[in-house]
């Protein structure tokens, strides 16, 4: 039996649950972003330059796979339960496995390397695929602008509260596995339990879209009227991503600058562990420094509608990225006061949040420059590159991160206590001052090299 029927407006279970799977997805990765560095220098004992290598292999091959998941999806036959919906099932029940044993080692050396590396590699992938399926179903489902911007504030809801109750919730479940399992498998056990938690929530939301897109079956018996049809009908014009960035020197712009804020972003998270154990001399101030700035980060998701409806999209980026910069610039130059860098910082993820909203507005304003050029719609390819940023700014923190610490001497072994002031200034140079040098030239390459807000 078909499962497609028609649907009057979004589901009662869409509008309100719809981000389940989200919320499971920023647990699962949160891990990852908090942990591994922490994991691979003081549980696993990998060398600095091991650590480069591995993260920096898994983050490129990443970001490269990341291009490639959109034309995969829409080459590839349609499965069983549709193009897009189908993927919600069929490969995240792999995460939890995958990712696991990323935070496992066995044995030691160049075995041990490769072992973490490919488990990087092939949970990503297992991830990216239903990730990208579900953010297309946006478009599937949402046959309006109105449903569609529902469906997307209810998935920020649930991706914003995700990351709160993170905040205490990722280094409990570290600490209770730890006690029943020890502490060298609490990680992979807790990324076990949070990806477990995403493969349910997107099997969540493969229940909801039952009968909004057309099955595997339906889609193949439209394709085979089409060609029977060839003759007769203009064949649609091919679409290459390179094109559609070719000709805009909007997008590239827009895209190099949001590399700017995600490596910010990734390298605050990564070094925050680091500074509250060597320089605040108190590792638990971390849940509170997350909680805080995962709580402003949903205030931040609510006001940055009215912030963007009284600016442009683009003045309110670039805008917030030299505010940012000022903040994390002053915060270095306290970094012995604890409670005053929490506060700043917590002022920066606050802000960089709020930009978040600004971005869909702005690659939507180059996917229809684009597409004008080019006479045919790019909307799909151009709105696929905005992970894009997202997986160079993870590649880009294993290689500064890792540069933070050996210039700032890092040694595993040492006693937070007795930490070195030139140690303790290296952590707070990456912590602050790195991200307010990257996001200045964010803002600058913004304000000078895109113009689309101001031709509207």
Same mark, same amino acid.
């Given at each position: ?8 407006? =979004? ?5 309100? #649950?719809?981000?389940?799977? $989200?919320?499971?997805? *920023?647990?699962?990765? /949160?891990? $990852? ?6 994991? #691979? ?18 983050? +490129? ?53 490769? #072992? ?33 911007? *529902? ?5 920020? +809801? ?18 209770? %596995?730890? @006690?029943?399992?020890?502490?060298? /498998?609490?990680? @992979? ?12 929530? %997107? ?32 064949? @649609? ?16 712009? =827009?895209? =190099? ?63 917030? &990225? ?11 130059? @306290? ?12 002022? +920066? ?19 229809? &420059? ?10 799909? *390819? ?32 040492? $006693? ?23 996001? =200045? ?16």
């Amino acid at each position: 039996m078909p499962e497609k029927k028609e649907r009057n407006g =979004l589901s009662t279970s869409l509008k309100r #649950f719809f981000g389940v799977g $989200d919320f499971g997805f *920023t647990l699962m990765s /949160n891990i $990852d972003t908090f942990y591994a560095t922490y994991f #691979f220098t003081n549980i696993a004992k990998f060398s600095l330059g091991a650590i480069t290598v591995m993260t920096t292999i898994s983050a +490129v091959v990443d970001a490269i796979l990341s291009c490639l998941y959109g034309p995969f999806l829409n080459k590839i036959k349609p499965k069983k339960w549709g193009r897009y919906r189908s993927w919600l099932i069929l490969t995240p029940w792999m995460v939890p496995f995958l990712y696991a044993m990323q935070f496992i080692k066995i044995g030691n050396g160049l075995a041990a390397a490769i #072992f973490v590396t490919v488990a990087m590699i092939t949970s990503r992938i297992a991830w990216n695929i239903p990730f990208i399926a579900n953010i297309s179903m946006i478009n599937i489902a949402g046959k309006t602008p109105e449903e569609r911007m *529902t469906l997307s504030s209810t998935r920020m +809801v649930w991706t914003s509260l995700a990351s709160v109750v993170y905040s205490y919730a990722g280094p409990a479940a570290v600490s209770v %596995f730890a @006690a029943w399992m020890g502490e060298k /498998n609490s990680y @992979a056990a807790t990324a076990f339990a949070f990806s477990a938690l995403m493969a349910a929530g %997107f099997y969540a939301h493969f229940n909801m879209f039952k009968g909004y897109e057309m099955t595997g079956e339906e889609e193949l018996r439209q394709m085979d009227r089409q060609t029977k049809t060839a003759g007769t009908v203009k064949a @649609a014009p091919k679409v290459r991503a390179l094109d559609a960035i070719r000709c805009n020197p909007h997008l590239l712009w =827009l895209f =190099l600058s949001c590399i700017t804020k995600y490596i910010v972003l990734f390298l605050v998270n990564g070094l925050a562990i680091y500074y509250f154990t060597y320089i605040s001399k108190n590792a638990a101030l971390l849940t509170t420094f997350v909680f805080a700035a995962n709580l402003l980060g949903v205030v931040a998701s609510y006001v940055s509608k009215f912030i963007v409806a009284r600016f442009t999209a683009k003045k309110t980026v670039v805008c917030s &990225y030299f505010l940012m910069a000022v903040i994390a610039t002053g915060a270095f130059f @306290a970094y012995s006061q604890t409670w005053v860098v929490m506060a700043a910082m917590c002022a +920066v993820m606050f802000i960089l949040v709020l930009t978040n909203a600004c971005d869909p507005e702005l690659f939507s304003n180059c996917a229809a &420059y684009s597409g004008k050029k080019l006479g045919y719609d790019v909307t799909g *390819t151009v709105m696929g590159l905005l992970t894009v940023p997202i997986k160079i700014g993870i590649v880009s923190r294993g290689i500064l991160i890792s540069a933070c610490l050996a210039l700032a001497q890092f040694n595993s072994d040492l $006693d937070p206590s007795m930490a070195t002031p030139q140690l303790q200034r290296g952590i707070s140079m990456g912590f602050m001052i790195i991200p307010a040098v990257v996001i =200045l030239i964010g803002a600058v390459i913004l304000a000078l090299g895109y113009k689309l807000d101001q031709e509207r």
